[in-house]
Structures are given as C-alpha cells and as structure tokens.
C-alpha cells in the first residue's frame, strides 16, 4: 500500500480497519518513513502555515505525531481518533494533559459550535463511505474564516494503481492487507472521483481554496532514492484546504 494513512474505523479484534491490533508496530513505521515523515506531514504543516495560539481540531490524530508537531509551533490542539491504542499512544506523547478524546467521525464531535480555527484531516476521510457527516461536524466546528485542511488517497492512484476497476466516477470500495511483525490485518478505503469530493466540499458549506499535489521534503533525497523519485513523479496524495467564508459569521447586534 503507498501510503500509511492516521485514521481508523471503530475496531475489534479481527475487523477491518482494527487499528488497536497493531497500534504500535504501525506507529513506529509511520514516525520516520519517506511517505508520513518526509512528504504528508511537511506538507500539512506547509498549508497550516503560522498557527500560534490557534485552536485546532485533529480529526483523526492516531498516535498524535500532526498533534505534536502543531503544538511545538504554538497551537493548542485537541485530538480525536476511534481507536483506543492509537489513543494511548498520542497520550504518551503528548503527556496526561492533552485534550484527546475518543470519537467515531460518522457521529456527532463533542464540542461546542465554532469552538477551532482549524481542523486538520489527516489522510482519514477515505476511510468513510459518506463524507457528508463528517465536514457537517468539521463546518459546524469551525470559526467563521476557519479552515479545513485535510489530505487524503489521490483519486488517480486509488482507481489506476490499487485495485482497478472500470469506472471512476463510481465512489466504491477497495481492501487490501497491511503485514506488520508477520501479520497481515484487513483495511477497506472508499474511493471517489475528485469532482466529488469537492462537491462534497461545498455541499457542507466550505469554500475551496486550495488543492495541492506537493512535493517531498528535498532534505530526505538520500534517505531512500527510490522512493523519493517515485512520491516526487507519481501521485500519492491529494490535499485541500477549504474554509468557512466569513459571511457566515452572525452580525453583531447594536
């Protein structure tokens, strides 16, 4: 699989999308490999731009390395994810203090209406069959001018390359097996063609300001030469950055 993505499913022994049975082995690999370390992180961080003193939402925050990252650049972050292991390992990271809750993204959020400046998505919306849910919480969360920055399978590399199927424009499902310590554990994405997924966009109430297709951090060249001309010359990921325009914001009464 080309790409190690943060977010999982509600999961259980033997699921699909069981995050919590191999929580650790897949943090170690996504903390310093070419495609999360060097080329999907630097580039949220990248859109995030100056987030001092902002309140930000990770949607999906894993083992906490996004959430770590935005705090050491000043914004308070407060993280969920539906796996339990992953969880515990944010908490790890982050220390006892950190705001860090356990939330399925097809449900409601549990927080107040424009409570973030931001939310970040890492690589966790094409976990779900319906988008429209999840940017409903992540629209209803957000400040007037806040931003939605989230990164997901590039919709080229997800119908072409893993699993092909005829028609693109369908929004279907793909499974595969991730193998971590000689074990191998279900994972089902859904894909969908890029026009849907703006249109999901702007069917929650965002505005679409970005879509990017960066490339990786040209410091980790050396790191694996291989892989850095294939993330710097093939798709991998798709990223958006979309906001809730400023004309939502009730007026001000006298």
Not at 124 to 136: F, R, S, T
Request: with cysteine.
């Amino acid at each position: 699989m080309d790409g190690v993505p943060e977010e999982s499913l509600p999961a259980g022994q033997g699921q699909v999308n069981d995050y919590d049975s191999f929580a650790e082995a897949y943090s170690a690999m996504n903390e310093n490999n070419l495609v999360n370390a060097h080329y999907e992180r630097p580039a949220m961080l990248a859109l995030a731009g100056d987030v001092t003193g902002h309140q930000i939402l990770d949607a999906g925050c894993g083992a906490g390395s996004l959430s770590a990252a935005l705090r050491d650049r000043g914004a308070l972050v407060t993280g969920v994810d539906s796996s339990a292991g992953m969880l515990a390992l944010a908490r790890r990271r982050l220390g006892d203090g950190a705001a860090l809750h356990l939330t399925d993204l097809r449900e409601p959020l549990p927080f107040a209406d424009a409570a973030f400046d931001e939310v970040v998505a890492s690589l966790v919306l094409h976990y779900l069959e319906d988008w429209g849910p999840a940017l409903a919480e992540f629209r209803r969360v957000l400040k007037p001018g806040g931003r939605l920055i989230a990164s997901v399978d590039h919709p080229f590399v997800a119908y072409a390359i893993h699993d092909p199927r005829p028609d693109y424009f369908a929004t279907t499902s793909y499974s595969f097996d991730w193998e971590f310590g000689g074990k191998t554990f279900p994972m089902t994405f859904w894909r969908r063609p890029l026009h849907a997924m703006i249109d999901a966009f702007t069917a929650a109430g965002f505005r679409l300001t970005t879509i990017g297709e960066p490339q990786p951090d040209p410091a980790a060249r050396d790191l694996s030469p291989d892989e850095f001309h294939r993330l710097a010359t093939t798709p991998t990921f798709q990223f958006f950055v979309v906001d809730v325009p400023m004309a939502d914001a009730e007026p001000q009464r006298g």
